[in-house]
């Protein structure tokens, strides 16, 4: 080698030396922190993915992020690792990130108690611990002197609070402790966090509330609901005047509801469901010109319902349902403009729909169920001028009134019609061929006559049809086996904005809460009616149906092998007909079938082992003389041909005797009213946490 070359490798080695240093000086976190990390993680069961222990730069590990600074080391300010399936304890370790500003660690499988050195950093502005399994008291002390956002939903924490919380924490404006074990009363502590904005506890066993929570001047969203709450609601609380949401569903507060509204010009949420609330509603609640859902269900309020709709013009959602309100709908709520969502069923309301409901043009869901309303038709023909209406639920009214026939009327909108229980006469009117849209029919319990009509495959997206006890008479139609909904996998189906909770009555009078309608299973019921001719094996198209119900009809010939295509089903009954030939042992395919009964028909042979046939109890097959076999009996014959129909073989019988009467029944009965939430979604101002977190970010890029 030359003597020039040697310097040139010389200087080549510097200068890469040189790099070097300067790489892993802009790479490497502070040592610190990364002994802080490491026994954060070590404390963990599960590998974090994508934090790789033989790299020292903790700043490019999943989740981490790092401030700009331009010193030696950086600092670590962020920790987000939400959702990543971290199982083990959080350890104290964590607190060693002297700089961390953001802790995520929600929607993960945390166990233990919360590490009180969490409590103490005195940088840390966002805490989110929510939904873990973390138990145990909340640290005694606490001293988070930049924090804002305090979130331990979805635990099982318990326990007072420190006494001292908003000196030692006096930013705070997020405090959420919701669905945790907290009892007894809310800590006074919290009447001096004058920095709240939101605060929510609902979900615990919290009885009362202290008075300094009135006192608390930025209090915009106050959630109490599902506790244990109880006496009267305070009229202080007509001195949040800054409150957008109070919520106080699900306690048992009593008394009148205060007449404090006046007061309360921001609040646009006002929930108190599901209490023991009485007596009228208060005047300035019905001339509140903010409030734009308003639910007062499932309490004891009576008098009339007289809004006052000049005023309240902001008004979207109203929930008056299951109460004792009497008089008749006021034709003044029309005035209401942006009502889309009015429920007023289960009250003591009467007389008809008012004329001018018409000009509810933004209507989208009315569920009037058990009103004592009367006129079906005029009802109709007012109703249709609602052009936006999705859901219509008149069911238990209209007392033995004759269904509307008037080919005219229009519902191109709607997607759900309930008009069940009520006793309707006439035969499915033509009118119902218009509502392209529907999903959901309910006509059950009317004394509706004459036969299905053919049109039914006209509905592209109806997936559950109850038309069960009526006096339907003919055979099926067809078309109700070309239902595209139940057919093709690839229609999807969808809902109006707000869903309300239904029941449905099942077997043995257990009752089934449904979240909305899109949570029905897919359902054909056509029981209880006169039906006669055959099961068509175009029935087997079916493969998205989940209950097929035919029982008690007239119904003969043999069950079709083709039912077995209906793999999704759960419910098959075919009990109470006339039908006659073998079980057929396709049906074995049916993987999901939990409930099943051809008890009292006409069938012979050997029942079908194997699958879920395993499973069924005697009763689905008993009152057909010619069944045996199957896990109950052994065939006498068992390898010789089966004999004709005519000398049906009676194996089964008086051993098992008739211990449940016909079977199983399944009624299916909508209630609607007495649910109904108000949509969750985002209220207000939604860039609010993104805000916090936003300057929280924003911080750390200053420090560059
Ligand atoms: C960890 O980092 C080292 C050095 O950068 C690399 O060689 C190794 O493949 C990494 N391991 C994983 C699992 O990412
Ligand atoms: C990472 O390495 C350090 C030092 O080698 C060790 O102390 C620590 O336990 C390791 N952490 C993990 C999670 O492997
Ligand atoms: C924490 O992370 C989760 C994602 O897992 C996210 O949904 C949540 O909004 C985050 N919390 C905060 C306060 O940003
Ligand atoms: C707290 O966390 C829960 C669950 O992660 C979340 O649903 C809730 O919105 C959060 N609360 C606030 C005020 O952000
Ligand atoms: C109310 O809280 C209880 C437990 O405290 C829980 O089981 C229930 O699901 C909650 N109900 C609602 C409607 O949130
Ligand atoms: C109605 O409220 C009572 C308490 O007042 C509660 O027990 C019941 O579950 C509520 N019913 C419904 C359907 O929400
Ligand atoms: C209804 O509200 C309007 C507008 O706020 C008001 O002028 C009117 O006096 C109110 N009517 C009643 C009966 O309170
Ligand atoms: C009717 O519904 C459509 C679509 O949801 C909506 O854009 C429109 O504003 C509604 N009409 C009224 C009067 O609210
Ligand atoms: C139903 O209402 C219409 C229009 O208001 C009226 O003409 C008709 O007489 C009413 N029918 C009954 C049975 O009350
Ligand atoms: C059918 O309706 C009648 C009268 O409405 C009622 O008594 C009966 O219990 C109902 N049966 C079923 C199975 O729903
Ligand atoms: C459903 O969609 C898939 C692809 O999106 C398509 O290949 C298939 O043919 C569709 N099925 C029907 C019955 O339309």
Redesign the pocket.
């Known amino acids: 080698m030359s003597f020039p070359n040697f310097y040139l490798v010389v200087i080549l080695l510097v200068f890469r030396y040189h790099s070097w240093i300067l790489r892993s000086q802009e790479l490497t976190c502070n040592l610190n922190d990364l002994i802080a990390l490491n026994g954060f993680s070590s404390c963990l069961e599960s590998d974090i993915l994508g934090w790789n222990n033989s790299t020292s730069d903790c700043c490019t590990w999943t989740g981490v992020t790092c401030d700009n600074s331009i010193a030696l080391s950086k600092r670590v300010v962020s920790l987000e690792l939400g959702s990543k399936k971290l199982s083990g304890t959080i350890c104290d370790s964590l607190a060693g990130l002297h700089q961390l500003r953001i802790l995520n660690l929600s929607h993960n499988l945390l166990r233990g108690s919360l590490p009180t050195k969490l409590f103490r950093m005195q940088n840390l502005e966002v805490l989110d611990i929510s939904d873990n399994s973390l138990v145990g008291r909340i640290p005694e002390e606490i001293h988070l002197s930049s924090i804002r956002y305090v979130n331990i939903s979805k635990n099982s924490i318990f326990g007072p609070m420190d006494e001292n919380l908003c000196k030692t924490s006096p930013h705070i404006q997020y405090l959420d402790l919701s669905v945790n074990n907290f009892f007894g009363e809310v800590s006074p502590a919290l009447g001096n966090c004058a920095s709240l904005q939101y605060l929510i506890l609902k979900g615990n066993n919290f009885r009362s509330l202290p008075k300094g929570i009135f006192r608390l001047p930025n209090l915009r969203v106050l959630h109490l609901q599902n506790n244990s709450f109880s006496g009267p609601l305070s009229y202080g609380i007509g001195d949040l005047s800054n409150l957008v949401e109070l919520d106080i569903s699900s306690n048992s507060f009593t008394g009148v509801l205060p007449d404090v509204f006046g007061n309360l010009g921001k609040l646009q949420l006002f929930s108190a469901s599901s209490n023991n609330f009485i007596g009228f509603l208060p005047i300035s609640m019905l001339n509140s010109p903010s409030l734009t859902k308003l639910d007062l269900h499932n309490n004891t309020l009576n008098g009339p319902i007289n809004l006052n709709c000049s005023a309240m013009t902001h008004l979207n959602s109203l929930h008056l349902g299951s109460n004792n309100f009497h008089g008749s709908i006021p034709h003044s709520m029309s005035s209401c403009k942006s009502l889309?969502m009015l429920n007023l069923g289960h009250n003591n309301l009467r007389g008809q729909v008012p004329y001018n409901f018409k000009n509810l043009?933004?209507l989208s869901v009315l569920a009037l169920s058990r009103t004592n309303l009367v006129n079906l038709s005029s009802t109709l023909k007012i109703l249709q001028y609602c052009k936006?209406l999705t859901v219509l639920i008149l069911s238990e009214n209209f007392r033995e009134e004759q269904i509307p026939s008037d080919v005219n009327l229009q519902f191109g909108s709607l997607k759900v019609l309930s008009i069940a229980y009520c006793e309707l006469r006439g035969s499915i009117p033509l009118w119902l061929l218009g509502c392209n849209r529907l999903q959901f029919l309910d006509l059950s319990r009317n004394q509706l006559s004459g036969a299905i009509p053919s049109w039914f495959n006209m509905f592209k997206y109806l997936f559950y049809v109850d038309l069960s006890n009526n006096s339907f008479t003919g055979g099926i139609p067809k078309g109700l086996t070309e239902l595209q909904a139940l057919i093709d996998m690839n229609i999807s189906l969808e809902g109006p904005p707000v869903g309300f909770p239904l029941f449905r009555t099942g077997i043995g009078g257990a009752t089934f809460l449904y979240k909305n309608i899109w949570s029905f299973p897919p359902t054909l019921d056509l029981s209880y009616n006169m039906l006669s001719g055959p099961i068509l094996p175009t029935f087997g198209n079916l493969v998205r149906l989940h209950v097929l119900n035919l029982n008690e009809n007239h119904l003969s010939g043999s069950i079709p092998e083709s039912l077995s295509g209906m793999r999704n089903l759960e419910i098959l009954d075919l009990s109470n007909n006339k039908l006659s030939g073998k079980i057929p042992n396709s049906l074995v395919q049916l993987s999901f079938l939990s409930k099943f009964s051809v008890a009292y028909n006409e069938l012979y042979g050997e029942i079908p082992v194997g699958g879920q046939f395993m499973t069924f109890p005697y009763s689905s097959f008993e009152g057909n003389d010619g069944l045996c076999g199957g896990i109950y009996s052994q065939c006498p014959h068992e390898h010789t041909p089966i004999e004709s129909p005519g000398e049906p073989m009676t194996v089964v019988g008086s051993q098992f005797g008739y211990g449940v009467a016909t079977g199983f029944v399944l009624t299916i009965t909508i209630c609607f009213v007495s649910g109904w939430i108000l949509p969750r979604e985002a209220p207000f101002e939604q860039g609010s946490i993104q805000d916090t977190l936003l300057a929280a970010r924003g911080k750390s890029s200053h420090h560059g």
């Open positions: 889309s043009q933004a936006n």
